[in-house]
């Protein structure tokens, strides 16, 4: 009797056991490599989802990964901006930011949103540690003063980056940490602290970082090729392809794409936009031949450079 059951027992265990194994060559060729994932959409808002992410990003710690977290933090900020009775203006696809509103997208990002992220990787070990891009000057920002219909319009303070430098985030990466970077920039012309765009840091930072892979989280299943018409994803496009499709993207993922882009021509190996709203995407899309999304490459003749 005792040997039916453990036979039993061996078998129900058995799907596990082939999971990890169709696991191992991924496991194995990203072992010890830096995963830049940019947090963001529904999975910011849903409960479940945000466990779901802080569980897949430890999955990878644990599976000797480097993964480096950067969010925003756009409902959050709305919300708050709302309940001081300010209001949320856009141009050019990005926030206006008054000084007051500035003081405000600061709290949220790096009060509000950091600390919830950290919190919840924070129930499975001591692993992350939340900062901003203030910290030892990991951004640096300059005013950014968008051209709209040949007019220079001044949006306040919303920054475009200079420079970044990756001292601290090594260091925590070093001592087997998680870094959470809110995507906040201080000045080096004028001191005053700036906005930037969180799909625009987390490309910035994988290429500082020489990252293995830039994960962008959103709440679409990719690049589709043909939409409205068609809501076929383009699973796998080369930077020169993606640079022909840009002026026809939607604004809201304008800049999740060219950050694919930047992050691939500065040497990231892929760059990959994927459905936050599904559990556990990331680990689908690392460990898994399927790929839930849209994977940008270089150029085959660049030589995967």
């Given at each position: 009797?005792s040997?039916?059951?453990g036979?039993?027992r061996?078998?129900?265990?058995l799907?596990?056991a ?11 060729r990203h072992?010890?490599?830096?995963v830049?994932?940019k947090f963001?959409?529904?999975a910011?808002i849903?409960e479940?989802?945000?466990a779901?992410?802080?569980?897949d990003?430890?999955f990878?710690r644990?599976a000797?990964?480097k993964?480096?977290?950067?969010h925003g ?9 709302d ?5 949320s203006?856009f141009k050019a ?12 997208v600061?709290?949220?990002l ?7 992220l950290v919190?919840?990787?924070?129930q499975?070990g001591?692993l ?5 891009g203030e910290?030892?000057h990991?951004?640096t920002?300059?005013?950014?003063t968008?051209?709209i219909?040949?007019?220079?319009v001044d949006?306040g303070?919303?920054?475009?980056i200079?420079a970044?430098?990756t001292?601290a985030?090594?260091a925590?990466?070093a001592?087997?940490?998680i870094?959470?970077?809110?995507s906040i920039?201080r000045s080096?012309?004028?001191?005053h ?6 799909d ?17 989280l959103?709440?679409v299943?990719?690049l589709?090729a ?5 809501d ?7 930077v020169?392809?993606?640079e022909?499709l840009?002026p ?9 794409m060219?950050g694919?882009l930047?992050?691939v021509?500065?040497g990231?190996t892929?760059a990959?936009?994927i ?7 990331i680990?689908?899309?690392?460990f898994?031949?399927?790929g ?6 270089p150029?085959e ?5």
């Amino acid at each position: 009797m005792s040997g039916a059951v453990g036979n039993a027992r061996k078998h129900t265990a058995l799907p596990k056991a082939e999971i990890l194994i169709e696991a191992l060559p991924w496991l194995t060729r990203h072992n010890g490599k830096v995963v830049v994932i940019k947090f963001g959409g529904n999975a910011m808002i849903d409960e479940d989802l945000k466990a779901a992410f802080a569980q897949d990003v430890v999955f990878l710690r644990q599976a000797g990964l480097k993964p480096v977290v950067v969010h925003g933090g756009g409902p959050q900020i709305n919300a708050q901006l709302d309940r001081q009775g300010l209001v949320s203006e856009f141009k050019a696809g990005l926030r206006v930011t008054t000084p007051e509103a500035m003081d405000i997208v600061r709290m949220v990002l790096a009060g509000q949103v950091q600390r919830e992220l950290v919190g919840l990787l924070n129930q499975h070990g001591p692993l992350a540690v939340g900062m901003t891009g203030e910290d030892a000057h990991t951004i640096t920002a300059t005013k950014h003063t968008p051209e709209i219909d040949g007019e220079l319009v001044d949006i306040g303070r919303v920054g475009e980056i200079t420079a970044i430098d990756t001292g601290a985030i090594e260091a925590l990466l070093a001592d087997g940490r998680i870094p959470v970077i809110s995507s906040i920039a201080r000045s080096a012309d004028d001191h005053h602290v700036y906005n930037v765009n969180a799909d625009t840091a987390a490309a910035a930072l994988a290429a500082a970082l020489g990252a293995e892979t830039l994960m962008v989280l959103t709440d679409v299943e990719g690049l589709y090729a043909d939409w409205p018409s068609s809501d076929e994803v383009i699973s796998r496009l080369t930077v020169s392809e993606l640079e022909k499709l840009l002026p026809e993207l939607s604004s809201g993922m304008v800049p999740k794409m060219e950050g694919c882009l930047h992050a691939v021509r500065h040497g990231v190996t892929t760059a990959r936009v994927i459905d936050g709203r599904v559990q556990h995407s990331i680990l689908l899309e690392i460990f898994t031949d399927e790929g839930i999304g849209t994977m940008v490459v270089p150029d085959e003749q660049q030589g995967g450079a």
